[in-house]
């Protein structure tokens, strides 16, 4: 099943627990149903602040990242 940007972040948003959910949470409802492209929903999980991550799974060990302290300048801004 495939679905559009909205369908998605309504789906999400009726996924978070009522503690979870802000004052605003229908405004922000009404927000979701009506948009047209992905990229406007980083408004939407800002406002949602810590609950944008819900359902996330985090790394349970200690993240190691490999010794890197030089400029990549083939890789554009960086």
């Known amino acids: 099943m495939t679905m ?28 979701a ?9 980083g408004v939407l999980f800002t406002l949602l602040a810590g609950a944008g991550a819900y359902g996330s799974d985090t790394p349970s060990g200690k993240l190691q990242f490999p010794a890197d302290h030089q400029l990549h300048l083939n890789m554009g801004t960086e």
Do not use: K
Not at 14 to 23: G, V
Not at 33 to 41: I, L, Q
């Open 33 to 41: 149903s009506s948009m047209s492209d992905a990229r406007h929903a």
């Open 4 to 31: 559009t940007a909205s369908e998605g972040l309504v789906a999400f948003l009726e996924s978070l627990l009522d503690s979870m959910r802000p004052a605003y949470f229908d405004d922000l409802m009404t927000a």
